[in-house]
Structures are given as C-alpha cells and as structure tokens.
Nanobody, 132 residues
C-alpha cells in the first residue's frame, strides 16, 4: 500500500485548504483511510476516517464541522485498488499548524475511532502552517 499526501502549505487564519492523499496498491481489507496530524512537540492525533468502499465517515468531536473527508477516483474493478482521499479544512486556525498524514488501516470495530495503532500504512506527511 502506497500513500502520498499533497496540498499543504502556508495559509492565513480563516482560509480553507484541501489536502489530498493518493492511495494505491490496497485491497478491500485496507479500505479505511484516516487523516492524522502532528504538531511540533505534540503526539500525533487522529482526526477523521472514511471507508472509501461505502463512503461512511467518522470524525473526532473536535474535528467535526471544520474537517471534512471525502474520496474520489476509486476504481473498484481493478485490484489492487487506488483512490484519492481528501481532507478539506475550513476556517483554519493557528493551532491547526502541523504535519498532516493519511494512513490506511483495518479498525477493530467498523470504522473505528482513528486509533493510530489500527493503521499500518502511512504517507510521508504534508506540512500545513497557519499564520495569524
């Protein structure tokens, strides 16, 4: 499984940003894609995840409203699978500055709750910096 994030950069507070994750080489078993972030000096935290096969999503409470996950370009007829999973971040805040990662995993229970240990394949991350 191969994941590549893009779309990060320097933005001003209040603006929006769309991050993308190109996912390839996965099977239906790894169909849960999650977005995480890690700010300097802090632990990596899960934000939101999606079952790209059926479109169901789950977000942590603090991520609801400003963080939206969605996918396109899923080619179900070709194994291994490929897709693009996006993270739309609206009304960016300075505290959103972090490295953002996408990952593919197999949650223990349905979509899970974006628990880091359930994700086995990770991208290299994309940096988001928000200025005030």
């Amino acid at each position: 499984v191969h994941l590549v994030e893009s779309g990060g950069g320097l933005v001003e507070a209040g603006e929006s940003l769309r991050l993308s994750c190109e996912v390839s080489g996965f099977t239906p078993a790894e169909r849960t894609i999650g977005w995480f972030r890690q700010a300097p000096g802090k632990k990596r935290e899960g934000l939101t995840c999606m079952n790209i096969w059926d479109g169901n999503t789950w977000s942590r409470g603090f991520a609801k409203g400003r963080f939206t996950i969605f996918s396109d370009n899923l080619k179900k007829s070709v194994i291994p699978l490929s897709a693009t999973v996006h993270l739309q971040i609206d009304d960016l805040k300075v505290e959103d500055s972090a490295v953002y990662y996408c990952a593919a995993g197999i949650p223990e229970d349905g979509l899970g709750e974006v628990r880091e240990y359930e994700y086995y394949y990770w991208g290299q991350g994309t940096q988001v910096a928000v200025s005030s």
